[in-house]
């Protein structure tokens, strides 16, 4: 059986700026999981003693804070700048530009709709920059429950699909007068999506390597399996199951932008061996 890398795969800027951030931050809690993969998260504890804390509660005797990629909400924020502790910003910059866009344009008087979903921290981080509020949402069907101004702002969460945002979008444009679209999706996130449905058109099965929460993992997850089946998504090389691969000629594997070489590395030895 043959082995195939997506084109594009694994780790983003925004998270390799987050690794080296907290590998130089020794001794430092992060505000909820630095990134979605529970590999890295474990050995960034062993190996550098940062602690994830669930939440503002835990502080106790913390002397610095890191800010987790996905951004923390803006009242949080200002919770740990009224404290006595060194606050260091690993939010990625793709997710910065959305929170100064709903900032900014609802204190232009626009309504603020959020393409994303409402439960993550990248979202509840965003949505807090809206001055009065702003509307979540993940379909067509959310939107029409919505009363809106004729003026619309619109962002995407930054790890979504491309064509769902655009029908987010399409609608919007076609039911009101004023509507400001920022395509706030990461290039990164698109190139690794484009890849992956490629890689899943030429393979019998498909790898899709990543942490169970992250949303771009899940993404790719889900758009492996509109074009192969055989497609499933692991942490580790301990989940491998070498009854999948049974008459399998090619394999095709891809990473989300929380996942680091080292665990691919792993996971592509043991399918080779397999």
Not at 140 to 149: A, C, F, G, S, V
Request: hydrophobic share 35%; aromatic share 8%; with cysteine.
């Amino acid at each position: 059986m043959k082995v195939k890398l997506a084109e594009y795969y694994g780790f983003c800027f925004g998270v390799k700026r987050a690794i080296k951030i907290a590998e130089s931050s020794k001794n430092a809690s992060t505000i909820g999981p630095l990134i979605h993969n529970n590999e890295e998260i474990h050995r960034l504890k062993k190996d550098y003693n940062v602690v994830t804390l669930q939440s503002l509660e835990g502080l106790g005797e913390t002397q610095k804070a890191i800010i987790r990629t996905h951004g923390i909400p803006k009242q949080d924020l200002k919770f740990l700048e009224s404290k006595q502790i060194d606050i260091v910003d690993a939010t990625c910059p793709f997710v910065t530009k959305p929170q100064q866009i709903c900032e900014q344009m609802s204190a232009e008087g626009y309504d603020i709709v959020i393409f994303g979903d409402k439960q993550h921290p990248e979202v509840k981080g965003v949505e807090s920059y809206a001055q009065y509020g702003a509307h979540v949402v993940l379909s067509i069907d959310e939107l029409k429950t919505l009363r809106l101004t004729h003026k619309i702002a619109v962002v995407s969460q930054t790890t979504r699909k491309i064509e769902e945002f655009m029908k987010i979008t399409n609608y919007l444009i076609a039911h009101y007068k004023e509507v400001r679209v920022f395509n706030t999706i990461c290039n990164a996130t698109l190139d690794n999506q484009v890849a992956a449905k490629e890689l899943a058109k030429d393979v019998d099965i498909m790898i899709v390597i990543g942490g169970k929460n992250s949303s771009n993992t899940k993404q790719l997850h889900y758009i492996s399996k509109e074009f192969c089946d055989d497609s499933y998504l692991i942490e580790s090389e301990k989940e491998l199951n070498p009854q999948w691969f049974k008459n399998k000629k090619i394999c095709g594997v891809t990473a989300g932008a929380s996942t680091p070489g080292w665990i691919i590395d792993k996971i592509v030895g043991k399918i080779e061996k397999i």
